[in-house]
Every structure is written in C-alpha cells, then in structure tokens.
C-alpha cells in the first residue's frame, strides 16, 4: 500500500479540524465568525478543540503538523480571517454556515435544493456576511455556503458562487419565501434554483441547456 499523500492529508484534516472548531464552540454557545469580527481571544476553547481533535485523528493531526509547524500558527491564521472571511480562505474550497437545527447532512438530501448567488470576488465577503448572517438568525432555509479563495479545478469562472439550500425543492412556498428574504438582503437580480437531483446527476449550464428548476 503506498503511503497517502502529506499534503492531501492536511487538506482533509484541516477541514475536519475546521468543523469540529465550529462544532465545538457552538456547544459552549458561541460562533466562529462573531469571535474573529469581534477579536475576542478564544485561544483556550482553541487549544482544547485542537487537543480532542488530535486524539481522534493523530495521522490528521500529525499532516496538519507538517504543514503548520505549530497550532498558534493556524491560530493566528483563523484570527486572520480563515474560515470565515471568503477571499481570506485559502485552506477550504468552502465556508459554510448551518441554520439553527439544522442537519449538516440535510443539504445532501435528494429533496434539498439550492438557491445560486453569483459574485465578483471584491463583493463576495460582503455578499456573504449578509447571508450567513440570516441563516443564523433562522431567516432562510437548512444551510448556506460560499465559495473561497482557494484555487478550485472545478470552478468554470472567477466569480464566487454563495449556495442557499431548502429542505425540499418540490415546497414552492417555502423556496420562494427563502428567494424573497434573499431579495430583502439586497439580492434583486435574478437568480436560479437548482435542485440537487440535477446536481447527483451531473448535470450542469451549458449553451442550449436550463438547469436550473426556478428562477426569480
């Protein structure tokens, strides 16, 4: 068996490390983001996070290690902006921010769907903390992401793309009550839906082709 790569290992385990500090801080009642907006020190919650995560996954703590030397510096890097600042990401190829209650894995069901908000990068963040921060107060449906500033193969433009995600693509009231919120954010152009069974599929635009489900 060959030895996995170091580095393709520090990519997984940092995005591990990333959900499991989001995770942990939410249990003791606090949020990532507003932490690094408002520069509160939350070294100690850090360390102990960091701590549990290397006892669980010591080969992804140890490629982490290899990358960063030591845990201040990705400390210091998520303080920075990593992680919750898009055009400061550069260790994810997404952020993403769950709403209230909401199953991390609800976005994967084939009944979820996602509104597609298209952005140059010198608006992105902006763009992105209005949203975030209406699904953290319960304003639009089970989940949003964001694109960020790492390179992704996969990207067919510069534009960053922001994913607003609904339980069910079949209940119209509720994806256009979430597109009119989104309208309240200040997002008045149009837009599209794109449900995720075109998405599994791999179905995607191309000149001739609709996939998107609504547009509004």
């Known amino acids: 068996m060959t030895d996995a790569d170091p580095e393709a290992l520090a990519d997984v385990g940092y995005g591990i490390f990333e959900h499991l500090l989001n995770k942990g801080l939410r249990e003791q009642g606090k949020q990532l983001f507003a932490l690094v907006e408002q520069g509160v020190d939350f070294r100690k919650e850090f360390d102990g996070i960091f701590s549990r995560f290397a006892g669980e996954y010591p080969q992804l703590a140890g490629a982490l290690a290899l990358r960063f030397a030591e845990t201040g510096t990705i400390y210091d890097m998520i303080k920075g902006g990593?992680?919750?600042v898009p055009t400061k990401t550069t260790q994810m190829y997404w952020i993403v921010q769950?709403?209230?209650?909401?199953?991390?894995?609800a976005i994967e069901d084939e009944d979820a769907g996602k509104w597609?908000?298209?952005?140059?990068?010198?608006q992105v963040d902006a763009a992105w903390k209005r949203v975030r921060d209406a699904a953290v107060a319960g304003e639009l449906g089970i989940s949003t992401k964001v694109s960020?500033?790492?390179p992704n193969p996969d990207s067919r433009d510069t534009r960053k793309v922001i994913y607003v995600y609904t339980k069910d693509w079949a209940d119209e009231a509720?994806?256009?009550?979430?597109?009119?919120?989104?309208?309240?954010?200040?997002?008045?152009?149009?837009?599209?839906y794109k449900r995720n069974i075109e998405t599994f599929a791999g179905?995607?635009?191309k000149k001739g082709k609709r996939v998107t489900y609504y547009s509004s």
């Open 148 to 150: 960020t500033a790492k």
């Open 98 to 105: 769950d709403a209230p209650d909401s199953r991390p894995e």
């Open 174 to 192: 509720d994806v256009m009550r979430v597109r009119q919120n989104l309208r309240d954010l200040g997002f008045v152009d149009r837009i599209g």
């Open 116 to 122: 597609l908000i298209f952005q140059e990068p010198d």
């Open 203 to 205: 179905e995607y635009a």
């Open 82 to 84: 990593e992680g919750v």
